[in-house]
């Protein structure tokens, strides 16, 4: 939820077989239309749903290529499909709409499925192997205010990139890693979970912290690098493993204290500042 994976997803559709995007329609996680899919995790949405529909799309033109064959008379390596038209290579105004195709064939739909798998398997015993198909790198910087009375923190500035490989739709990557800097202010200035003898005394939003709105830098800022190759890339972490390393090295940068556990309160800045005084 709130990934934009359906509207990326789409695009990728639309580009593929050639059709205004305002024509698609996705259909959610639903058994009984949908084949088995685990859940959008791992940053993995885009890169291995988006493959799997470019394979099905590519299967789907392929039989729209056969059932146009008989009315060109010409083989299928003869047509091509493209930009919602199957027409002659070599004669370009010979062309039939899809809607032309199914029509003459006396169907109501064409259906393709499409796979995309990836392999890699670690070995329990020696840690060995393949663990991912993608390995997505990130980064960020930032500049920080350090109260040095109270021990608070401010970010002021922050800049993150991610590496996205092929973009699909710039704003929502843009809207990714904002999300995920924004995120990783939580574990890495106020997050945490306390216990008192093994019962939890703060398990709601009133007592755990979240980031708010006046919690955000000043200035956010965050872009995507993209690849030669056009292979797609997920994006939805790479700007969150840098946030709390910045933050604290900032801060140290700032005040000469080295904060090593999470979340940098501002009650560990404060003993580490008095302790140094010391």
């Given at each position: 939820m709130g990934q934009g994976a359906h509207t990326a997803l789409a695009q990728i559709a639309a580009e593929a077989l050639g059709v205004p995007f305002e024509r698609m329609i996705?259909?959610?996680?639903?058994?009984?239309?949908?084949?088995?899919?685990?859940?959008?995790?791992?940053?993995?949405?885009?890169?291995?749903?988006?493959?799997?529909?470019?394979?099905?799309?590519?299967?789907l033109k392929e039989k729209l290529a056969e059932a146009a064959e008989p009315y060109f008379e010409m083989s299928v390596d003869q047509l091509a499909v493209e930009n919602g038209v199957v027409f002659v290579r070599d004669e370009p105004d010979r062309r039939m709409t899809y809607a032309e195709v199914l029509q003459r064939n006396h169907l109501e739909r064409l259906e393709a499925m499409g796979e995309f798998k990836v392999s890699g398997k670690i070995d329990p015993e020696t840690g060995q192997g393949k663990a991912s198909s993608h390995y997505h790198q990130g980064a960020g910087a930032c500049e920080v205010e350090v109260d040095t009375e109270t021990g608070r923190v401010r970010v002021l500035r922050y800049v993150g990139s991610s590496f996205a490989g092929r973009i699909v739709n710039p704003t929502l990557a843009k809207l990714q890693n904002d999300g995920n800097v924004i995120y990783g202010l939580g574990p890495a200035l106020m997050e945490e979970m306390v216990f008192d003898h093994g019962q939890?005394?703060?398990?709601?939003?009133?007592d755990y912290m979240v980031p708010s709105f006046l919690d955000i830098p000043d200035e956010l800022h965050t872009f995507s690098v993209e690849s030669e190759k056009g292979e797609f890339h997920g994006i939805g972490e790479m700007t969150l493993p840098s946030v709390a390393p910045a933050i604290a090295n900032a801060i140290y940068d700032a005040v000469g204290v080295r904060i090593r556990d999470l979340p940098i309160t501002a009650e560990k800045i404060l003993r580490a500042l008095n302790n140094d005084d010391s």
């Open positions: 996705v259909v959610g996680t639903d058994t009984k239309v949908t084949p088995f899919e685990s859940s959008t995790s791992s940053s993995r949405s885009t890169y291995m749903m988006g493959n799997a529909i470019l394979r099905s799309a590519a299967g939890l005394i703060n398990p709601n939003l009133s």
